[in-house]
């Protein structure tokens, strides 16, 4: 197709898309084009004389749709980072038809034919361990999809991942448009009162990103949780919280309620057709967990003493109201914060408007940048000139040791065109596939998204601990991309079990409280100076602060994500938002706490199917990484050799090269326990 970059050779420095002249018009006709070159080639493997063997099967499946990927890739990054109604329009026309691609690439019998005899043979094809697994994966890959079925029940699966895929869709972008429809003027000055400065100038800078004058909140959880968590004007934190935990409830073009209730009534339908009696049973069938009672053992160890602490928090916000002179006899969802800030402010000296100084945007990328040196022997060199997509995307070139490993593509700041949350994602995978990676491999190219509140045009973006957190949380997830060490491309980084992937990202979190790396990076965005010795050990009392509201609010949002995905009946309930209330009221949930994601904007559950059954892997990880993290400990340095030489090798850069539990294993010694996480969230103590 002349003239259309997407189908052109990208001429850029380490073969990065040509984002200036990419036009939302090219992606349809690019996309169609790419799916017709892939159905070619499988049907030249599927189709061949010759046997089938591991090479000209597996791996040649394995190579085959490069284009697709290419494209796909592009594609999905810029809807998700910087959309915009003409790519929306793109994206809802080929929901339908990329995933009708999927369907036909794994229901082509003769495809799955030659996957299935070697499959059978497996034990005397002589393959080496990640061939096996890769021929495992690729396996049972097909047989999830429906390889399997009868015919008519194999034509009906494809018809609802094709409804599927047009459901997610509407439901990811209805919840960006009532993100970036909503804003909260801060007009007067008794709008702002209580606000510190730093809250104050990305409130100032979100409004003049929009166009208005003054000060707006906006939905972005940097800017509407320090909101809740300062503004002394009740009334305007009701009306903030409201609006926040209402994304996708309200009638209209924006209602979420039953394209939620059509994604689950097709889902039900979905694992029926596999033989489960529920979308559940299906979904974890392919975890590590491998069953509902795996996880719900999990959470009944957790949630009851997470209740027992959350109850002895509101006993200390409750105790703060009184010293106050506050008269509300309740403590409402959008007082919660506000009345914790001050508690902690009370019991551990410590204010975000003292710490977040300390804590600008770029020292935490340094932060994160030489952890990722210390572990791994990696260097970072930001490259100015290399393509991005947005002004705000950094991009540096990654090395190990003086090698070229790979790309990593930073972008940090909330925007409308933007949908929220933190994500990693990839424009490629690194793999070693013969006859399309090369001898020297294919790089990987990895892009970190986060949503931080820009602090204004004289202003630093100053990011509070937690959003220090999630930076390095994100950046565990591009290591895990950018270390990845596969032949294969369906092996490669990220693409592991669902309660696997969590576990680097959330392991590498560790490191931004360590006091030698907050001593090193913790530095005064103004003056320079290293962040006190006596702030860190006040930091290192808080750690446990407010716990067991978090821990609540997250563990809310995994039992109402696995409940509604167990219900065996056909029909959802007929009202979404009344059953989450009533079973979160039948489980103890405090009024005032609330939790993480109502189903109505729940993206983790909805916008995909990543996470659906699955958001408990967060917790499921956190056992692992709570362990793992022990092993530096023991080892008597945060940066212990031998250690992260063992961690790189087993997880970061495994892939999905070795069984879960095996590459833990390897890499602890043992399998992992409990006790470290209900010690690092301050739940050892027997609930109540």
């Known amino acids: 197709m002349p003239g259309n970059p997407l189908l052109q050779d990208w001429t850029a420095p380490h073969g990065l898309p040509p984002y200036a002249a990419l036009r939302a018009e090219h992606f349809e006709a690019a996309l169609q084009e790419a799916m017709r070159r892939h159905r070619d080639e499988l049907a030249a493997i599927a189709n061949q004389a010759a046997p089938a063997g591991f090479a000209n099967t597996v791996a040649a499946f394995d190579r085959g749709g490069a284009l697709l990927e290419r494209v796909a890739a592009v594609f999905y990054n810029l809807t998700a980072s910087a959309t915009s ?10 929901a339908g038809p990329m995933a009708a691609h999927h369907s036909a690439v794994y229901n082509d019998m003769a495809l799955f034919a030659r996957i299935a005899d070697l499959h059978a043979r497996r034990d005397a094809l002589g393959l080496d361990a990640e061939a096996q697994r890769m021929l495992d994966r690729v396996y049972l890959d097909f047989v999830r999809a429906g390889a399997r079925l009868a015919p008519a029940a194999r034509e009906r699966m494809a018809q609802l ?30 709008d702002l009162a209580g606000l510190p400065d730093f809250v104050r100038a990305s409130a100032r800078q979100a409004a003049a990103d929009r166009g208005l004058a003054g000060h707006v909140v906006t939905l972005s959880r940097s800017l509407i949780v320090p909101f809740l968590s300062y503004s002394t004007r009740r009334d305007l934190r009701e009306q903030a919280w409201r609006a926040w935990t209402s994304r996708g409830e309200h009638a209209g073009a924006q209602d979420n309620r039953e394209i939620a209730r059509d994604i689950l009534r097709l889902r039900r339908e979905q694992a029926a057709l596999h033989g489960h009696a529920c979308y559940a049973d299906y979904a974890l069938e392919d975890t590590m967990a491998g069953t509902r009672g795996a996880v719900q053992q999990l959470l009944d160890e957790v949630w009851p003493r997470a209740l027992a602490a959350v109850a002895r928090e509101e006993q200390a916000l409750r105790e703060q109201m009184r010293a106050e002179g506050e008269g509300a006899t309740s403590i409402e969802p959008w007082d919660w914060r506000f009345w914790a800030e001050k508690v902690r402010r009370e019991r551990y000296a410590l204010d975000d408007a003292e710490v977040k100084p300390y804590f600008p945007l770029e020292r935490v990328v340094e932060a994160a940048f030489d952890c990722a040196g210390r572990l791994f022997g990696l260097s970072f060199a930001h490259r100015a000139d290399l393509p991005v997509y947005h002004p705000d995307v950094k991009a540096y070139e990654v090395s190990e040791n003086g090698r070229l490993i790979g790309v990593f593509l930073q972008d940090n700041y909330a925007r409308p065109n933007k949908r929220s949350g933190a994500w990693m994602s990839a424009l490629r995978w690194q793999h070693r596939n013969p006859a399309q990676a090369g001898a020297a491999g294919q790089l990987p190219v990895i892009l970190n998204n986060n949503n931080f509140a820009k602090g204004g045009p004289e202003a630093p973006t100053l990011l509070s601990l937690d959003d220090a957190r999630t930076l390095f949380h994100e950046f565990g997830h591009g290591l895990h991309g950018l270390l990845s060490n596969v032949t294969y491309g369906r092996l490669s980084g990220t693409q592991v079990l669902r309660d696997f992937v969590e576990l680097p990202s959330q392991l590498f979190e560790h490191w931004i409280t360590e006091p030698e790396v907050l001593r090193r990076h913790a530095r005064h965005c103004h003056t320079g100076e290293p962040i006190p010795d006596e702030l860190i050990a006040r930091l290192q009392r808080a750690r446990q602060f407010n716990q067991g509201y978090e821990t609540v609010r997250y563990c809310a949002s995994a039992i109402v994500d696995l409940a509604v995905h167990a219900l065996p009946d056909a029909e959802p309930p007929a009202d ?102 209900l010690r690092k969230r301050g739940l050892l103590a027997e609930p109540a």
């Open 161 to 190: 991942m094709e409804e599927l895929a047009r459901l997610m869709t509407r439901f990811a972008q209805n919840v960006l448009q009532a993100e970036s429809a909503w804003t909260l003027a801060l007009a007067a000055e008794a």
């Open 85 to 94: 109604p003409e790519l929306q329009a793109v994206q809802r026309a080929m």
């Open 576 to 677: 979404l938002c009344a059953f989450e209330s009533e079973l979160l009221r039948e489980q103890g949930l405090p009024p005032g706490v609330g939790l993480n994601h109502r189903l109505v904007h729940f993206q983790h559950l909805f916008s995909s199917a990543g996470y659906a059954a699955g958001y408990y892997v967060y917790l499921w990880a956190e056992v692992l990484d709570a362990d793992g993290y022990d092993a530096f400990v023991e080892a008597g340095s945060p940066f212990d050799a031998a250690t992260a030489a063992r961690l790189r090798r087993h997880v970061y850069g495994a892939g999905n090269s070795a069984e879960p539990r095996a590459a833990y294993a390897a890499f602890r010694g043992r399998a992992a326990t409990v006790q470290p996480l």
